[in-house]
């Protein structure tokens, strides 16, 4: 299975410090809890920082991408009426991945959940298995289906998180592979790996750019494209319908 030149190559050696990263991506009902709470307040500057990536935390230039309240916040969330996962009341729902969430609003999630976002670097580790750099969350089988939400399966983004156990990490993550992208602290550069390819420690890149990084790929798709190492982006201030987010943790 070959890899993206413009996206992945050189293949580098990085290295992280001990982290914690949730093992569901987040869903409608967590997020509903943040929602009841938003009062449009931003987070306080250097909020939901990587201790030990300086500059990385909350930026108070960015506190006029969040609605102004919690109206706002509902209205947002709403951006495709056949494939979003938010209902106004709780219901059905509640277990699936939250999707429409634009960068700045995942941000100010995890660090009212008392987390912050992952790296690429983080995120890939995980779902590399690490040391074992696997292809896929759960190992080297390629065999299709895939045990992943994607084209192959069910191809929904209205799956209960966890619903694929064979395909969760060396660590027990699940979903890391199809289900929703999700939004990473990086900035996107299609190159970016030619600039560490002698490897790096604690790195994500903080260029600003026109895009966010994001990682693992949607429910709708396809088999080559929901491996650990496949790169994706979004313009932090869209939103969504394949778009999710999962927090990371300073243990």
């Keep these: 299975m070959s890899c993206y030149d413009d996206r992945e190559q050189p293949e580098h050696p990085a290295t992280v410090s001990s982290f914690a990263l949730d093992i569901f991506e987040v869903t409608v009902g967590r997020f509903r809890?943040?929602?009841a709470a938003y009062d449009g307040t931003?987070?306080?500057?250097?909020?939901?920082?990587?201790?030990?990536?300086?500059?990385?935390g909350w930026d108070s230039t960015w506190d006029n991408k969040l609605p102004a309240d919690r109206a706002g916040l509902i209205a947002g969330v709403k951006c495709e009426s056949t494939?979003?996962?938010?209902?106004?009341?709780?219901?059905?729902?509640e277990a699936y991945p939250m999707n429409c969430v634009n960068w700045y609003e995942a941000f100010a999630f995890c660090i009212w959940d008392g987390g912050?976002?992952?790296?690429?670097?983080?995120?890939?580790?995980?779902?590399?298995?690490?040391?074992?750099?696997?292809?896929?969350p759960w190992g080297d089988d390629v065999t299709e289906p895939l045990p992943a939400d994607y084209e192959g399966t069910?191809?929904?983004?209205?799956v209960t998180v966890g619903s694929y156990p064979a395909g969760n990490g060396r660590w027990g993550h699940a979903d890391l592979a199809g289900s929703m992208w999700e939004w990473m602290l990086d900035w996107y550069a299609s190159d970016w790996h030619t600039t560490i390819q002698s490897g790096c420690v604690d790195c994500?890149?903080?260029t600003a750019s026109s895009h966010?990084?994001?990682?693992?790929n949607r429910w709708d798709s396809d088999a080559s494209s929901v491996r650990a190492a496949f790169r994706g982006y979004g313009a932090p201030a869209s939103r969504y319908e394949g778009v999710g987010l999962r927090c990371a943790r300073t243990p």
């Design 42 to 56: 931003a987070p306080p500057p250097g909020a939901g920082a990587h201790p030990l990536i300086a500059g990385s």
């Design 83 to 93: 494939s979003q996962t938010w209902t106004d009341e709780a219901g059905a729902n």
């Design 204 to 206: 994500a890149n903080l």
């Design 116 to 136: 912050r976002l992952p790296t690429e670097a983080e995120w890939e580790y995980a779902a590399a298995g690490g040391s074992e750099n696997r292809v896929y």
């Design 33 to 35: 809890a943040f929602v």
């Design 154 to 158: 069910d191809n929904s983004p209205f």
């Design 212 to 216: 966010r990084a994001g990682r693992g």
